[in-house]
């Protein structure tokens, strides 16, 4: 049986980790009464999820615009879905089908997974995109002022689900990925986490309020120093603790104090703005650390990585999450991602309301 696209929604996510996206948008359905159900294949780096009915559909995708699902990178609502895309003119079939959608379009993405079927795809995706562009433009659809975002994705050659997304609750980048260009006198490479997450968890009135030059952080598990530089660069001083080596170069900013100790026990002499860990440790026990870090208020807020469990990893993260609710006093602003610069793990901010 058929199913119409305006029951579907359609998931970016990162290649192998299908299920936890499919289970994360089960339970936005349950919270709507549920009923759906998740398509998705290991490896194919999307997730297709099909509600009972439109309404439902547009009540998930509103939900996971409001509260950023961790696992989705960009969550699309369907328009419609075209099995066979004539290799020579594709336009003739997908114009048409977008017209039947009353709206305007500020702008127009053609996308395929992060995934090696969809990087195949990719140049296809370019060439498709301006002619679409320009299409759409001819027929007095593209407004810059509207809300309104059209996303065809391409799942093979001659399959497509045109989706549309609100630019107001949804990522600005294509796939949902921020393309980073690794920075000139970075130590290493895991500095692009820190630099994702404080583009993607704060938006730039908080970037600007919450980084300011002159605050104070702490690293745990900061050697080499990526995410010390990221800090360093906004002129933020930085106590590293780390056993192993600074990077020399980050050393001589005189903005870094390098205090050779345990990350699970080091406790700042008084309160700093920022705490910022890395540490591959069991994603409950760097949980339960950061936790008490803000319950007794030596942060103001943290930025932290958690390494992911290889079965079950879905309820590993609602399970430290939970934790940190429980165990740190008061209403805790808590926002947790996969990053496109993460592997197996998940990217959390906290911050105590």
Known sequence: MSVDARHRLLAWCRPGFEAECAQELSALDTRFGGGGYARAKPGEGFVEFVALDSDLAGHIAEA???????????????????????????????????????RRWCDA?????????????????????????????????????????????????SQALVCATDIRASAPWPGGIPRLRFPRGAPSRSTLKLE????????????EAWLQPGMRGVDL????????????????????IDNGPMDAALMESG???????????YQPPKPVDWLVCDIVEQPR?????????????????????????????YAEVQLCLDL???????????????????????????RRA
């Open 324 to 350: 940190l609710r429980d165990r740190v006093d008061g209403t805790l602003d808590l926002r947790a991602r996969q990053l496109y610069h993460d592997r197996e793990e998940i990217t959390v901010f906290a």
């Open 255 to 265: 903005l870094v104090e390098h205090l050779r100790a345990d990350g699970f026990r």
């Open 109 to 157: 993405w053609v996308e395929s997974a992060d995934s090696d079927a969809g990087r195949e795809l990719s140049a296809l995706c370019r060439a498709l995109n301006g002619a679409l562009i320009a299409g759409l433009k001819r027929k007095h659809a593209i407004d810059r002022d509207a809300h309104w975002r059209l996303h065809v994705a391409l799942l093979s050659p």
């Open 196 to 207: 994702e997450a404080l583009l993607v968890l704060l938006d730039e009135r908080e970037r």
């Open 221 to 240: 598990g900061a050697a080499p120093g990526g995410w010390t530089w990221q800090l360093v660069r906004r002129s933020i001083h930085v106590t590293a």
């Open 285 to 313: 026990r760097v949980a339960a650390r950061m936790a008490e870090w803000l319950r007794q208020g030596w942060c103001r807020q943290a930025i932290f990585n958690l390494k992911l469990p290889m079965k079950k990893r």
């Open 64 to 102: 996971a615009g409001a509260e950023r699902p961790i696992f989705a990178r960009q969550l699309m609502h369907g328009i419609g879905r075209i099995e066979e895309l004539p290799r020579k003119d594709r336009l003739s079939v997908l114009l048409p089908l977008i017209a039947s959608d009353e």
